[in-house]
């Protein structure tokens, strides 16, 4: 059976994008470098979990994660991941904006789907068989997938700094609008520049 | 030097209590036992984490934790802990209501501090000496110290729920408030019940 993983990399506060994104800046003032220098800077440490970041037969993404938040990416945006995104598989991108795929070097494609997270998340279960779905992100998609009780496991990128952004209405926050969960702490291991907690949902 | 370290137990999305707090219910609906079944149903597991909570020699906390959120403790009032509270040793109260210290046995004293959280702080310090002074709870109080800078040693109890309290205005949640933050997480330790991980403020 498929079974459905959630990444994430988070603020010990909780969140994971500052505001004001933009293409200059996809994650917003701030959050950038703080919330991803474990895996930009000091990949090497962090090998197990970057790899399982990237183990999904299929993926799914908010539209937000695809592209600037402003930007008019129905067009010819491909994505921040250059010519050879690293999914290697299909990619569900949820958006209102219907699109042709988009086909890039080492297997990657990217799929729109217009019609919600149950409707991506059943394309992307036919196209991964016995693998593993991957819910992308952002926050936002995955408060969506939480919700909706969609998911198995949540892996938790805690990095080390909060972000003070309470009260901003500009940012969402990670479990925004999702009923109360009962999680099982099934992994845990810390370095200086992150804290990575796995959780099943029970 | 006074070491100045502060325990929170929270949910992972950031709530160390729930709405309509009692004299019954002191950490308000649901949240009691989902944030706090690690120390009272499952001590033994997590006999480290409990006793470091309880090793400073003076400590400070809020008014919140030390009585009934709407309750008139200012009279007979002496905590939630019976005749013999486990803290052995000087506990300084926040509060906006000037009260003679009381005396219970086993060495704690609650003292009733007027002046705000440096005033409380600086005679915990003095109390304390070369010992560690510890910022019992409740978040409001963790907040207002974080928020001054004033805590050396963080240390979260991240109980495996979520509460789904976004948006309320009736609750208080850890960081309100708090500008950014730089941490450096030193220790983590997991069990089913509960996932502990301590910051150094840097």
Chains 1, 2 share one sequence.
């Not at 990444?7 to 701030?30: C, K, R, T, Y």
């Not at 219907?98 to 070097?105: C, I, L, T």
């Not at 408060?143 to 952004?165: K, W």
């Amino acid at each position: 059976m498929t079974r459905v993983t959630a990444d994430i990399a988070v603020s010990v506060d909780g969140f994971s994008a500052g505001p004001h994104q933009s293409e200059e800046n996809p994650l917003g003032e701030s959050a950038q470098s703080a919330l991803h220098s474990w895996m930009f800077d000091h990949a090497d440490d962090h090998r197990e979990e970057l790899d399982a970041i990237l183990e999904g037969r299929a993926y799914v993404m908010g539209r937000n994660m695809f592209g600037p938040i402003r930007g008019e990416w129905t067009g010819d945006w491909r994505g921040w991941w250059g010519p050879e995104p690293p999914y290697h598989g299909p990619v569900f991108v949820l958006t209102h904006h219907p699109r042709e795929s988009v086909e890039m070097d080492g297997g990657t494609t990217f799929h729109f789907v217009t019609d919600g997270p149950e409707a991506a998340l059943e394309r992307a279960r036919d196209a991964a068989g016995d693998g593993i779905v991957s819910i992308a992100g952002g926050a936002d998609t995955l408060n969506q997938f939480l919700a909706r009780g969609l998911i198995d496991e949540l892996r938790l990128h805690i990095a080390p700094v909060t972000l003070g952004l309470n009260g901003r209405t500009d940012v969402v926050r990670l479990f925004d609008g999702v009923p109360p969960l009962a999680l099982d702490p099934v992994r845990v291991r810390s370095t200086p520049h992150v804290t990575h907690v796995t959780y099943r949902l029970t």
